[in-house]
Protein backbone atom coordinates (compact mmCIF):
# COMPACT_ATOMS: atom_id res chain seq x y z
CA UNK A 1 0.00 0.00 0.00
CA UNK A 2 1.31 3.31 -0.59
CA UNK A 3 1.48 5.59 2.11
CA UNK A 4 1.92 9.61 3.01
CA UNK A 5 3.26 10.32 6.56
CA UNK A 6 2.74 13.49 8.41
CA UNK A 7 4.35 14.11 11.26
CA UNK A 8 4.33 16.88 14.19
CA UNK A 9 7.47 18.30 14.82
CA UNK A 10 8.04 20.18 18.22
CA UNK A 11 7.71 17.41 21.11
CA UNK A 12 6.85 14.48 18.60
CA UNK A 13 9.96 14.91 16.31
CA UNK A 14 11.94 17.01 19.00
CA UNK A 15 12.05 17.45 22.78
CA UNK A 16 9.85 20.34 23.06
CA UNK A 17 11.89 23.40 21.55
CA UNK A 18 15.05 21.82 21.28
CA UNK A 19 16.45 20.35 18.20
CA UNK A 20 16.52 17.05 17.05
CA UNK A 21 18.96 14.56 18.38
CA UNK A 22 21.48 13.22 17.10
CA UNK A 23 19.84 9.92 16.94
CA UNK A 24 16.82 10.99 15.73
CA UNK A 25 18.04 12.60 12.67
CA UNK A 26 19.63 9.83 11.63
CA UNK A 27 16.90 7.47 11.67
CA UNK A 28 14.46 10.52 10.80
CA UNK A 29 16.84 11.24 7.46
CA UNK A 30 16.76 7.25 6.55
CA UNK A 31 13.45 7.13 7.01
CA UNK A 32 12.94 10.33 4.29
CA UNK A 33 14.53 8.81 1.95
CA UNK A 34 12.23 5.47 1.72
CA UNK A 35 8.85 7.25 2.52
CA UNK A 36 7.23 10.12 1.23
CA UNK A 37 7.19 12.21 3.90
CA UNK A 38 5.49 15.83 5.31
CA UNK A 39 5.47 17.79 8.53
CA UNK A 40 3.08 19.62 10.03
CA UNK A 41 3.39 21.89 13.08
CA UNK A 42 1.94 25.06 14.92
CA UNK A 43 5.17 26.64 15.04
CA UNK A 44 6.45 29.15 12.01
CA UNK A 45 9.59 28.73 9.64
CA UNK A 46 11.74 30.00 11.52
CA UNK A 47 11.41 27.57 14.97
CA UNK A 48 11.48 24.66 12.26
CA UNK A 49 14.77 25.66 11.17
CA UNK A 50 15.61 25.76 14.72
CA UNK A 51 14.72 22.67 15.29
CA UNK A 52 15.28 20.44 12.13
CA UNK A 53 18.37 20.53 9.96
CA UNK A 54 18.49 21.58 6.37
CA UNK A 55 19.01 18.16 4.89
CA UNK A 56 15.33 16.77 6.33
CA UNK A 57 13.60 20.01 4.83
CA UNK A 58 14.71 19.00 1.86
CA UNK A 59 14.29 15.67 2.13
CA UNK A 60 10.49 16.29 3.33
CA UNK A 61 7.72 16.51 0.67
CA UNK A 62 6.46 19.66 2.58
CA UNK A 63 6.25 21.65 5.59
CA UNK A 64 2.96 22.71 7.09
CA UNK A 65 3.62 25.37 9.57
CA UNK A 66 0.97 27.77 11.13
CA UNK A 67 -1.10 25.01 11.76
CA UNK A 68 -1.60 24.30 8.42
CA UNK A 69 -1.94 28.08 7.24
CA UNK A 70 1.61 28.38 5.65
CA UNK A 71 2.61 25.62 3.15
CA UNK A 72 6.30 25.30 1.67
CA UNK A 73 7.58 23.25 -1.12
CA UNK A 74 11.13 23.27 -1.85
CA UNK A 75 12.01 26.24 0.31
CA UNK A 76 9.24 28.16 -1.51
CA UNK A 77 5.57 29.12 -0.19
CA UNK A 78 2.81 27.46 -2.04
CA UNK A 79 0.06 29.31 0.08
CA UNK A 80 -0.25 31.59 3.34
CA UNK A 81 -3.28 32.75 4.92
CA UNK A 82 -4.21 35.88 6.68
CA UNK A 83 -5.93 36.25 9.88
CA UNK A 84 -6.64 40.01 11.98
CA UNK A 85 -7.21 39.13 15.86
CA UNK A 86 -10.18 41.18 16.66
CA UNK A 87 -8.93 43.68 19.38
CA UNK A 88 -11.77 42.17 22.13
CA UNK A 89 -9.55 39.80 21.78
CA UNK A 90 -6.23 41.42 22.20
CA UNK A 91 -7.75 43.00 25.30
CA UNK A 92 -9.15 39.44 26.70
CA UNK A 93 -5.34 37.99 26.44
CA UNK A 94 -4.12 41.14 27.98
CA UNK A 95 -6.05 41.08 31.05
CA UNK A 96 -5.28 37.40 31.05
CA UNK A 97 -1.86 37.79 31.21
CA UNK A 98 -2.11 41.17 33.91
CA UNK A 99 -4.34 38.83 36.30
CA UNK A 100 -2.75 35.58 35.92
CA UNK A 101 -1.55 33.74 38.89
CA UNK A 102 1.44 32.53 37.51
CA UNK A 103 4.63 34.65 38.72
CA UNK A 104 6.99 34.74 36.26
CA UNK A 105 6.10 36.78 32.72
CA UNK A 106 9.02 36.72 30.42
CA UNK A 107 7.80 39.02 27.73
CA UNK A 108 6.90 37.70 24.22
CA UNK A 109 3.46 36.84 25.06
CA UNK A 110 1.85 37.35 22.28
CA UNK A 111 3.21 36.38 18.22
CA UNK A 112 0.83 36.60 15.38
CA UNK A 113 1.82 34.22 12.60
CA UNK A 114 0.04 33.49 9.34
CA UNK A 115 -3.53 32.66 10.18
CA UNK A 116 -3.27 32.33 13.50
CA UNK A 117 -2.27 33.83 16.92
CA UNK A 118 -0.26 32.25 19.82
CA UNK A 119 -0.35 33.13 23.33
CA UNK A 120 1.94 32.43 25.90
CA UNK A 121 1.64 33.74 29.69
CA UNK A 122 5.18 32.83 30.88
CA UNK A 123 6.13 34.40 27.36
CA UNK A 124 8.37 33.40 24.52
CA UNK A 125 11.62 34.86 26.09
CA UNK A 126 11.50 31.71 28.99
CA UNK A 127 14.37 30.19 29.27
CA UNK A 128 14.17 26.10 29.07
CA UNK A 129 13.93 25.71 32.97
CA UNK A 130 11.23 28.25 32.95
CA UNK A 131 9.65 26.81 30.29
CA UNK A 132 9.32 23.61 32.25
CA UNK A 133 8.32 25.37 35.40
CA UNK A 134 5.40 26.55 33.67
CA UNK A 135 4.21 23.15 32.06
CA UNK A 136 4.57 21.54 34.95
CA UNK A 137 2.56 24.00 36.70
CA UNK A 138 -0.11 24.18 33.76
CA UNK A 139 -0.70 20.97 34.59
CA UNK A 140 -1.45 20.83 38.07
CA UNK A 141 -3.61 23.96 37.38
CA UNK A 142 -4.82 23.50 33.97
CA UNK A 143 -4.66 27.33 32.73
CA UNK A 144 -4.20 26.63 29.03
CA UNK A 145 -7.29 24.76 28.91
CA UNK A 146 -9.69 27.29 30.77
CA UNK A 147 -8.08 30.04 28.55
CA UNK A 148 -9.26 28.09 25.53
CA UNK A 149 -12.85 26.91 26.76
CA UNK A 150 -13.07 31.10 27.34
CA UNK A 151 -11.91 31.77 24.20
CA UNK A 152 -13.76 29.75 22.40
CA UNK A 153 -17.08 30.80 24.35
CA UNK A 154 -16.53 34.29 23.61
CA UNK A 155 -15.78 33.74 20.16
CA UNK A 156 -17.65 31.86 18.62
CA UNK A 157 -16.12 31.91 15.05
CA UNK A 158 -12.52 31.45 16.73
CA UNK A 159 -11.01 28.02 17.69
CA UNK A 160 -8.05 27.45 20.35
CA UNK A 161 -5.88 24.61 21.14
CA UNK A 162 -3.24 23.65 23.39
CA UNK A 163 0.17 23.02 21.73
CA UNK A 164 3.80 22.34 22.98
CA UNK A 165 4.75 23.17 26.45
CA UNK A 166 3.56 26.87 27.39
CA UNK A 167 1.32 28.26 24.49
CA UNK A 168 -2.34 28.40 23.13
CA UNK A 169 -3.21 28.66 19.06
CA UNK A 170 -5.55 30.85 18.55
CA UNK A 171 -7.07 30.71 14.74
CA UNK A 172 -10.65 31.34 12.90
CA UNK A 173 -12.67 27.63 12.90
CA UNK A 174 -11.10 25.22 10.14
CA UNK A 175 -8.05 27.05 9.75
CA UNK A 176 -6.09 24.35 11.40
CA UNK A 177 -3.70 21.15 11.07
CA UNK A 178 -7.09 19.22 8.89
CA UNK A 179 -5.95 21.95 6.52
CA UNK A 180 -3.01 19.86 5.69
CA UNK A 181 -4.93 16.18 5.22
CA UNK A 182 -7.26 18.32 3.03
CA UNK A 183 -4.37 19.13 0.61
CA UNK A 184 -2.76 15.80 1.06
CA UNK A 185 -5.50 13.98 0.38
CA UNK A 186 -6.58 15.77 -2.93
CA UNK A 187 -2.87 15.38 -4.28
CA UNK A 188 -2.61 12.00 -3.58
CA UNK A 189 -6.36 10.54 -3.35
CA UNK A 190 -5.20 7.21 -3.35
CA UNK A 191 -2.21 6.95 -0.90
CA UNK A 192 -3.31 5.93 2.55
CA UNK A 193 -1.79 8.82 5.09
CA UNK A 194 -0.52 8.50 8.53
CA UNK A 195 -0.31 11.11 11.31
CA UNK A 196 2.10 11.04 14.29
CA UNK A 197 1.17 13.38 16.82
CA UNK A 198 1.64 14.27 20.39
CA UNK A 199 -1.45 16.81 20.76
CA UNK A 200 -4.38 13.99 19.40
CA UNK A 201 -6.16 14.60 22.53
CA UNK A 202 -9.62 16.94 22.22
CA UNK A 203 -8.49 20.93 22.36
CA UNK A 204 -4.66 19.75 20.93
CA UNK A 205 -3.22 20.99 18.11
CA UNK A 206 -2.96 18.19 16.51
CA UNK A 207 -6.69 17.22 16.85
CA UNK A 208 -7.89 18.49 13.79
CA UNK A 209 -6.15 16.51 11.84
CA UNK A 210 -7.72 13.41 13.79
CA UNK A 211 -10.85 14.99 13.51
CA UNK A 212 -11.21 15.07 9.56
CA UNK A 213 -9.72 12.00 9.43
CA UNK A 214 -12.61 10.60 11.59
CA UNK A 215 -14.79 12.62 9.27
CA UNK A 216 -13.80 11.13 6.32
CA UNK A 217 -13.82 7.70 7.61
CA UNK A 218 -16.16 6.01 5.44
CA UNK A 219 -14.00 6.61 2.18
CA UNK A 220 -10.51 6.70 4.25
CA UNK A 221 -10.95 3.38 5.74
CA UNK A 222 -8.66 1.10 5.57
CA UNK A 223 -6.23 3.59 4.49
CA UNK A 224 -5.56 6.46 6.96
CA UNK A 225 -4.45 6.47 10.64
CA UNK A 226 -3.20 8.36 13.67
CA UNK A 227 -0.47 7.37 15.36
CA UNK A 228 -0.30 9.04 19.05
CA UNK A 229 3.06 9.53 20.34
CA UNK A 230 3.90 10.81 24.13
CA UNK A 231 7.60 12.18 23.27
CA UNK A 232 10.01 11.53 20.29
CA UNK A 233 11.58 8.25 22.06
CA UNK A 234 7.48 7.28 21.02
CA UNK A 235 8.23 8.02 17.47
CA UNK A 236 12.07 6.62 17.63
CA UNK A 237 10.23 3.24 18.26
CA UNK A 238 7.34 4.11 15.78
CA UNK A 239 9.89 4.53 12.92
CA UNK A 240 12.01 1.61 13.80
CA UNK A 241 8.81 -0.66 13.08
CA UNK A 242 7.47 0.62 9.89
CA UNK A 243 8.54 -1.08 6.96
CA UNK A 244 9.59 0.46 3.33
CA UNK A 245 6.76 1.87 1.19
CA UNK A 246 7.75 0.41 -2.47
Known amino acids: MKRIYIFDIDGTLTPPRLPMTEEMVGLFTDFCKDHKVFLATGSDIVKVEEQVPLAIRQLVKGIFTCSGNKFFQDER ?5 EFSPPQELI ?12 PVKTGHHLEIRPGMLNFSTVGRNCTQKQREDYYYWDN ?107
Not at 77 to 81: A, F, L, Q
Not at 150 to 174: E, N, T
Request: hydrophobic content about 35%; overall charge neutral; proline content about 6%.
Open 77 to 81: VIYEK
Open 91 to 102: KLLEDWLKYSSY
Open 140 to 246: EIGERKILREKIIYMFPVLDCAIGGQISVDIYPRGMDKSQAYSWIKSEYPKHGIIFCGDRLQPGGNDHPFFRAMSQNYTSCKPLDMVVPVSDWKDTKRFLLNCEKDS
